[in-house]
């Protein structure tokens, strides 16, 4: 197998998962389709009755991978930031513990990488202390869950969205522990490492576009957002896709002018970035048409996840970029996102405000969500609203729990395609080339992904 793998959802490679798995049975001697088990089943689970020190074995699907709890070590592998600047790769550092009832220990298979990953520890920022541990999304294996944690077991495959505060769940380690709302499971088809790119960009595109744009949510099956689990009482075929996506209903309540709601475009700047093709898809999805900024290179990519229109940056002038952007939606920009930089951004208020913009929508506020933070110095056009993203709501606001279990449904749906990803083997010790390969910029919309093991 070599170093990097690129593929996309019509070609996952998945040999080695399924050896491992085997093996494992093997040497267990443990049935295909069956796996042992502590016997600490959920209370929730047992319709009451009292189950305490009663072994049992429960069935579990092909691709769970059951992992008793006695064989949790106390030291792990981690990739610790030692000081400012300064990795370093640690054989003993302690596996993180529980501290209270609604939290999750997770197994590492797959970590994504990010911006922010590298930039963190370049320019020294969300280091609260050293040593510290980065990384901001995994996918991997329940090891332990706190009692009140009852939509997972361990053994199930999960992937999350962590926070920099917590130290525990820095995700470049063997073992994060993090708040049982934030741990979704993986679509049945989806490998470690194709979850492992759910956490940062998924899940930012998502919010973005649901909470800060106001964009329509599909209609999703009733979830318990304080616990994590789905409604027992909601009727599982009752999916609500078909009249949510219907362009009537998704007007309703978005105080949308009868002149304007024939068409409403969505500006993406930077749509062929991973973020920027899950945007574009949700904004599809809901009945909005995508205009998408990029490079020729991926113009191609951008239209295949979607858009209406790409403008091509190549070489040009930002004059002739928000031209065109003018020209082709007509002034029917109703929000727009920015997933570049703050030079961007300035060219995005300014494709939101020309005069046809004006002439069409009057005085309703265009909704703008730059990723990135703007200078106070910009001046923000009187008829755009900056909406600014803060992804750390998913972990402090139980309530978000909700966004990831949506995009979880529209997955199992079919109806969101994954970015081509590029697969690091090499487990932590790869982390540091990684980002490198991220510092270094412009993957052509790849998502870089490392298996931990």
């Not at 609604?102 to 990010?114: D, S």
Request: glycine fraction near 8%; charge should be neutral; charged fraction near 25%.
């Amino acid at each position: 197998m070599s170093a990097i793998q690129q593929h996309d959802r019509s070609g996952v490679h998945r040999p080695r998962l399924k050896r491992v798995r085997a093996h494992f049975r093997r040497a267990m001697g443990i049935p295909k389709r069956w796996a042992s088990y502590d016997g600490r089943v959920p209370s929730d689970s047992m319709n009451g009755e009292s189950k305490q020190g009663i072994e049992s074995i429960v069935a579990v699907s092909e691709l769970t991978c059951p992992t008793p709890l006695d064989s949790t070590p106390s030291v792990q592998r981690a990739l610790v930031v030692a000081q400012t600047g300064v990795y370093e790769l640690r054989d003993t550092h302690a596996v993180p513990e529980l501290e209270n009832d609604t939290e999750v220990l997770i197994q590492a298979r797959a970590v994504g990488l990010n911006p922010i990953d590298w930039k963190s520890v370049a320019y020294n920022f969300c280091l609260p202390s050293f040593p510290w541990i980065t990384g901001r999304e995994m996918a991997g294996v329940v090891e332990r869950v706190g009692s009140q944690v009852s939509h997972v077991k361990p053994g199930d495959r999960v992937w999350t969205s962590t926070y920099y505060r917590d130290v525990r769940a820095g995700c470049f380690q063997e073992y994060i522990v993090v708040p049982r709302h934030t741990v979704l499971p993986i679509p049945a088809d989806l490998s470690f490492e194709e979850a492992a790119c759910l956490g940062v960009a998924a899940l930012t595109a998502s919010m973005a576009l649901w909470k800060w744009l106001s964009v329509p949510m599909p209609k999703v099956k009733a979830w318990n957002r304080g616990s994590g689990r789905q409604n027992p009482q909601h009727s599982s075929g009752d999916s609500g896709y078909q009249s949510s996506l219907s362009r009537s209903s998704l007007l309703d309540g978005t105080q949308v002018p009868e002149e304007a709601a024939q068409e409403e475009w969505i500006l993406i700047w930077g749509g062929s970035t991973v973020t920027g093709q899950f945007a574009t898809q949700i904004a599809r999805l809901a009945g909005l048409k995508p205009i998408t900024v990029c490079s020729s290179r991926t113009a191609k990519l951008s239209e295949e996840r979607g858009a209406e229109h790409v403008v091509i940056r190549d070489d040009r002038e930002p004059s002739a970029l928000v031209e065109e952007i003018s020209r082709v939606t007509k002034g029917r920009i109703t929000r727009a996102l920015d997933l570049v930089g703050p030079s961007t951004a300035r060219l995005c208020l300014h494709a939101c405000s020309t005069p046809s913009q004006r002439e069409t929508f009057g005085d309703r506020k265009i909704l703008f969500a730059p990723l990135a933070m703007m200078k106070d110095t910009d001046e923000v056009p009187d008829n755009v609203t900056v909406e600014v993203v803060e992804m750390k709501h998913f972990v402090l606001d139980s309530e978000s729990a909700l966004y990831g279990q949506t995009l979880n449904d529209l997955i199992e749906n079919k109806m969101l395609q994954l970015p081509p990803l590029e697969i690091l083997d090499g487990g932590l010790d790869a982390v540091e080339a990684g980002l490198e390969m991220v510092r270094q910029g412009d993957r052509g919309g790849r998502k870089v992904v490392i298996t931990v093991q």
